[in-house]
């Protein structure tokens, strides 16, 4: 392997060597310089592989990478053909793919384990809470963004903790799962009803919220987001959408007064990234989403309201 190794060391520097060359010596060298390098790949390529037939160690490293590479690449990735649209008029989910199965039975697919893509893909007419809790008794809702991968069941305990590193099995899964502030009331009756994901590499729990803030969604989406609970569905406008140091001033959930309440309202639609041309009063009920910026040291904020 350490032969193997140092063999690639030295063919990077000859091909440097054979850079710096081209650059000094003119434009009309380049052409043979080019080709005298592709030829030294070629060749490098060749004892390459004649040094991997009568080496198994190097030929099992390389074996190796590629399937790591492979294995990192399909687990990782998550196509953008799952996100889902939805529909004002007929308040229901509809996907750019053809009608999935139902959670059910998904659950019986052994190859996929990832249970927010199990979760995500759902049909909104198809949730049932009955069945939900009895996997988590602390399922409260389901959480629906036009335009993202977003589709998941929503869960609240008694604190703002647990569910960051615990799944809807409530088993220990640093991706945590989709919440519910604890402060709120599950009826969604507060003025600012808070919701909280992680922003995963993979875009799933809170991590396609990067699609909203892309102009591309904003010219395309509907800025719909749907809440279902046990009372029914509630249909909610994104009116702002922002990025935000890690502070709590967007987290406050009830206020003293109508005149508070509003003084936020239009501090927060004052912050958003786009234009939603959407109103505020101090008689809309809220929701706000709230997730991790990329580098982790911000917090990307959305905030909708109830408009059925």
């Not at 409260?140 to 647990?162: C, M, R, S």
């Not at 140091?245 to 927060?268: A, G, H, K, M, R």
Request: with cysteine; proline share 2%; net charge positive.
């Amino acid at each position: 392997m350490i032969r193997f190794i140092k063999y690639i060391l030295k063919t990077t520097g000859n091909g440097f060597y054979f850079i710096c060359s081209t650059i000094s010596k003119g434009f009309f060298y380049y052409f043979y310089a080019i080709s005298s390098f592709i030829s030294l790949i070629f060749n490098s390529l060749k004892k390459l592989f004649k040094k991997l037939q009568s080496d198994p160690s190097a030929s099992f490293a390389i074996i190796f990478l590629f399937i790591l590479g492979v294995f990192s690449y399909t687990y990782i990735y998550t196509p953008d053909n799952t996100m889902v649209k939805v529909s004002i008029e007929d308040n229901t989910r509809k996907s750019t793919t053809a009608p999935s199965k139902t959670v059910e039975e998904k659950k019986e697919n052994p190859i996929e384990t990832n249970l927010f893509r199990i979760y995500g893909k759902t049909n909104i007419d198809s949730i049932n809470f009955n069945e939900l809790r009895k996997t988590n008794d602390q399922v409260v809702a389901w959480l629906i963004v036009d335009g993202t991968n977003i589709n998941y069941p929503i869960v609240k305990t008694d604190n703002n903790d647990y569910y960051l590193n615990h799944n809807i099995k409530k088993s220990k899964d640093s991706n945590g799962w989709t919440f519910m502030d604890y402060r709120n009331n599950i009826n969604l009756i507060d003025n600012n009803t808070i919701f909280y994901g992680h922003n995963l590499i993979n875009k799933t729990s809170f991590g396609s919220i990067s699609r909203v803030f892309s102009k591309k969604w904003f010219d395309s989406s509907n800025h719909n987001i749907i809440v279902v609970n046990d009372n029914g569905k509630y249909i909610y406008k994104i009116f702002s959408i922002y990025y935000s140091e890690p502070v709590t001033d967007y987290l406050q959930t009830n206020f003293y007064d109508s005149d508070e309440y509003l003084t936020f309202l239009i501090n927060i639609k004052n912050k958003s990234k786009f234009d939603f041309a959407e109103r505020v009063s101090s008689n809309d009920k809220i929701i706000t989403l709230s997730t991790c910026t990329d580098d982790n040291k911000g917090r990307k904020v959305v905030h909708a309201k109830l408009i059925s």
